[in-house]
């Protein structure tokens, strides 16, 4: 049976990468993820606003803003030690390596990204990873910021690019459209939000980290779903994976791969061979030999009507609903 799907042009074992996280950390943690199956791994993010910090002149907002930022010394890698880590992983491991930048406006720091390059990395993952608390800049500047920011990660770069989006987008097609012809070889569906806790006594906003659940894998399954007809570039989901359903279900909607952290940090690195096992046996069960024969089954290109189906599922469901 094969898992093999191809994603940024890289052809991965099976379509179970390891999402960007501190399980790239430690390299022997990473060499036990790639036994269990992983067709590849996303290393945690390096920060524009520490790369700014570490190497280059603060801008003027920035250095403002400092006190809210972790100190330099605090991030797990400095700048020159995520290119070591790299090396590091690239050396021990024979999967691709995957380096996360994470930032949203255009500037120098992007130039990291050959750097990441140089020392090994097979591809990039970038998360425009922001909140829009301005009412003065209307959506189309930020979008233009963001497809801005990934024309400049990507103009000096021979490997793939994914760019990692969040959820809030007027028209995310059309979106999605526009960072393929800035250069984006994949679109990673959708970045997890931290949310800040509102505490009464002390008045004081907490941030506050949780793992996914399976319930946020619905928004994913729809958006990959509705994209994955008219896409060029390689779709990935991340947030909700935690077991072979989801797995399946992301293929069905037209993922070629698929993101796994939290059931990872909880479970451990052999959980992988688990959800690899359950994806296999429910192939076997419907006679599949390869993941092409069923990507893309459940997505709207099934539709002849896509808005319609929409609008008329979403009034089914109120008008039928009924107290149990």
Request: charged letters at 20%; one cysteine or more; glycine letters at 6%.
């Amino acid at each position: 049976m094969n898992l093999s799907t191809s994603y940024l042009g890289l052809t991965l074992n099976t379509p179970l990468i390891v999402g960007a996280s501190p399980l790239a950390d430690d390299v022997s943690v990473a060499r036990e993820l790639q036994d269990m199956g992983a067709g590849a791994i996303v290393m945690r993010s390096l920060f524009q606003e520490q790369i700014t910090r570490d190497h280059l002149a603060p801008e003027p907002v920035a250095a403002a803003a400092a006190d809210y930022f972790p100190a330099v010394s605090d991030y797990r890698f400095s700048p020159g030690e995520y290119l070591v880590q790299i090396a590091k992983l690239k050396s021990a491991l024979g999967i691709p390596i995957i380096a996360s930048l994470n930032g949203c406006t255009p500037g120098d720091w992007t130039e990291y990204a050959r750097r990441f390059e140089s020392v090994g990395a097979d591809a990039i993952e970038l998360n425009l990873y922001q909140i829009s608390t301005d009412p003065a800049r209307s959506a189309a500047d930020v979008e233009a910021a963001m497809l801005e920011t990934v024309r400049q990660v990507k103009a000096s770069l021979r490997i793939p690019l994914a760019v990692k989006l969040q959820p809030f987008h007027t028209s995310l097609p059309y979106f999605v459209k526009e960072l393929e012809k800035a250069g984006a070889d994949g679109v990673v569906v959708f970045n997890r939000f931290y949310q800040t806790e509102f505490i009464a006594e002390p008045l004081e906003p907490e941030p506050r980290l949780r793992l996914s659940d399976p319930a946020e894998l619905l928004l994913r399954l729809r958006w990959i779903a509705i994209l994955s007809p008219g896409a060029r570039a390689s779709l990935a989901v991340t947030g909700g994976i935690h077991g072979a359903s989801d797995v399946v279900k992301s293929i069905l909607a037209g993922a070629q791969a698929v993101q796994v952290v939290s059931a990872l940090l909880e479970d451990g690195p052999r959980y992988l061979s688990t959800v690899i096992d359950g994806v296999k046996q429910w192939m076997r069960n419907r006679e599949y030999k390869n993941l092409d024969e069923f990507r893309g089954a459940m997505n709207l290109e099934q539709c002849p009507d896509a808005a319609a189906f929409e609008r008329g599922s979403y009034q089914r469901l109120l008008q039928n609903w009924r107290p149990q």
